[in-house]
């Protein structure tokens, strides 16, 4: 039985690749993790990642494009939460992933430790 392989267009390899591109950011997943207790507004997320307004502001305004995150005006103060629930859902994924794989090289070490004293 042949399998058939479609051509995916361009277009949307580079929006995945684009969405992905987002959570590479080390700032980005701070904020998004600090964001999973609810809506903040941006000098809580400041005091909290103890960065600039301009470096907190960049990246919440990258998140917001890319429809991650809604924002709200209140008087002087913008207010951020996370729109795309399922962005938890992905990043629960790839920490299971990481932490199931490093709980397997630490087997191995063990097993090596344990072999090399017999």
């Not at 993790?33 to 301009?54: F, M, P, Y």
């Not at 907190?56 to 429809?67: D, F």
């Not at 924002?71 to 002087?76: C, M």
């Amino acid at each position: 039985m042949q399998t058939i392989i479609k051509s995916v267009p361009q277009e949307v390899v580079h929006q995945v690749a684009e969405y992905f591109s987002i959570l590479s950011e080390p700032m980005r997943l701070r904020i998004l993790n600090l964001l999973r207790g609810g809506e903040k507004c941006v000098q809580e997320l400041v005091d909290a990642t103890e960065t600039s307004q301009a470096n907190v502001s960049k990246h919440l305004k990258v998140m917001w494009q890319a429809g991650i995150l809604s924002r709200r005006s209140e008087g002087t103060s913008a207010y951020y939460r996370v729109e795309d629930g399922l962005i938890f859902d992905l990043c629960n994924l790839v920490c299971d992933r990481l932490a199931n794989r490093i709980e397997q090289q630490a087997r191995h070490f063990r097993d090596f430790t344990l072999t090399s004293r017999a």
